[in-house]
């Protein structure tokens, strides 16, 4: 990805809109993120039982978002539509994007499969009858109706279409957001990682594969997530959507600049499956510091992908010893909010800006024995810190390896 022309005006974030197990709005999830909140119960949410003889899944589940739609309208929609109506919402009044042409703004929300849960209650729900399934079964499943929901709602008219990078889907929204502002097709970007609404189909392969964590803490839900601590088990699912508006610098006017967008990457590991591919991930890393004309010396904080998986945080930590990151404080976001799969990315660049914002790190749980204490960890409590450079990594099943370059906003942008 080619480094922007000098003149060319950077890329700032005016807008963010959160929701997952810490509450809906940004309030609920600063208060949360930085108490380093314990979350996590057994799912139970309908489609997410476990099979017969084996404890519940443990996990996240958020609550109901606010009621934006009309009711007879928010009837035709999947949870996560309604989800991503409150995030998008959220981030649309803070950067006031009614002042913006809306042949100008552009839509691109990272995910697939996003509804797999309510589409398997369906499809056993209207065995046997087919001839009573809604007209609007067929249409409601497919990823592309959350970008013809919210452009149908909001003045969205320059694009929208969606990306699938597995659980880097939410960071690839970003980057593709990036590039098309400064392709110039639009002004403003949304990014939108949306809520990837799993089923108990999903969430038992994911274990049977050795992803997701096993029935270890059945018992001790709160244990369970335990990204880069050498008890980790896998990774642990967790609801969650976020919305970000990017927007060139020029075009931001009064609103609050959280940071900038300084370089991304995006690489193929050449891999098909879940196989963490260090290499990729170092190439990814390199080439989003060489965009932002920054070296890793320049980072002084990492939120990593971290996932709690073995194989997936050991190939991370040698990623990490490559690039020599060891000057950089790390946390992970994931043992606070679970694995938001096609969300992770996005909301957990909204946990980066929201640590610029507050001059703090959130904690890191379950942290007990670092799998590699050379690393500057955030421990079990928020610590004071100034971010100036932040360096964001995402990974996805089918080798996919995404990174992000962040930089504070200039003082004079905050408010």
């Known amino acids: 990805m080619p480094k922007a022309p000098p003149d060319t005006p950077s890329i700032v974030v005016t807008g963010i809109g959160v929701a997952c197990g810490l509450g809906h709005g940004?309030?609920?999830?600063?208060?949360?993120?930085?108490?380093?909140?314990?979350?996590?119960?057994?799912?139970?949410?309908?489609?997410?039982?476990?099979?017969?003889?084996?404890?519940?899944?443990?996990?996240?589940?958020?609550?109901e978002p606010p009621a934006i739609l009309p009711a007879r309208l928010a009837r035709t929609t999947t949870f996560g539509e309604r989800v991503a109506i409150a995030v998008l919402d959220e981030a649309w009044r803070e950067a006031g994007l009614e002042t913006i042409d809306p042949l100008r703004i552009g839509l691109v929300v990272g995910g697939t499969n996003l509804a797999a849960r309510e589409q398997a209650l369906a499809a056993a729900s209207f065995a046997g009858r087919l001839a009573y399934v809604p007209p609007r079964h067929g249409h409601i499943f497919l990823d592309t109706d959350i970008g013809g929901l919210c452009t149908a709602t909001y003045p969205?008219?320059?694009?929208?279409?969606?990306?699938?990078?597995?659980?880097?889907?939410?960071?690839?929204?970003?980057?593709?957001?990036?590039?098309?502002?400064?392709?110039?097709?639009?002004?403003?970007?949304?990014?939108?990682?949306?809520l990837q609404d799993v089923s108990a189909h999903d969430l038992q392969a994911m274990r049977a594969m050795g992803a997701m964590g096993t029935t270890r803490f059945a018992d001790r839900p709160g244990a369970a997530c335990r990204p880069m601590d050498r008890g980790?088990?896998?990774f642990i699912y967790g609801e969650a959507s976020a919305a970000l508006v990017l927007c060139r610098s020029d075009m931001a006017g009064d609103a609050k600049a959280y940071g900038t967008l300084l370089g991304s990457a995006l690489v193929a590991d050449g891999t098909r499956g879940p196989e963490p591919d260090s290499q990729g991930q170092v190439r990814a890393a390199t080439n989003a510091l060489t965009e932002a004309g920054l070296t890793a010396a320049d980072i002084d904080y990492v939120n990593g992908h971290a996932t709690g998986t073995p194989a997936g945080d050991a190939a991370e930590l040698a990623a990490y010893r490559t690039l020599g990151l060891t000057g950089a404080r790390i946390n992970a976001t994931k043992s606070i909010l679970?694995?938001?799969?096609?969300?992770?990315?996005?909301?957990?660049?909204?946990?980066?800006?929201?640590?610029?914002?507050?001059?703090?790190?959130?904690?890191?749980?379950?942290?007990?024995?670092?799998l590699d204490p050379r690393f500057d960890w955030v421990g079990a409590v928020a610590v004071p810190h100034a971010i100036r450079h932040a360096l964001k990594l995402s990974f996805g099943f089918g080798g996919t390896s995404a990174a992000l370059v962040i930089g504070a906003p200039d003082k004079e942008s905050r408010q």
């Open 26 to 63: 940004k309030a609920a999830f600063r208060d949360g993120l930085f108490a380093g909140r314990d979350l996590f119960s057994h799912l139970a949410r309908p489609g997410r039982e476990a099979p017969e003889g084996d404890s519940a899944f443990v996990g996240i589940e958020m609550s």
């Open 156 to 194: 969205i008219r320059g694009f929208a279409y969606s990306v699938g990078a597995a659980s880097a889907s939410g960071t690839v929204a970003i980057i593709q957001a990036m590039d098309a502002i400064r392709s110039g097709r639009v002004d403003v970007c949304i990014a939108l990682g949306a």
């Open 232 to 234: 980790h088990d896998g």
């Open 338 to 370: 679970g694995h938001g799969l096609a969300a992770a990315g996005a909301i957990e660049v909204a946990a980066v800006l929201i640590q610029i914002e507050a001059g703090r790190l959130h904690p890191t749980r379950n942290l007990d024995n670092p």
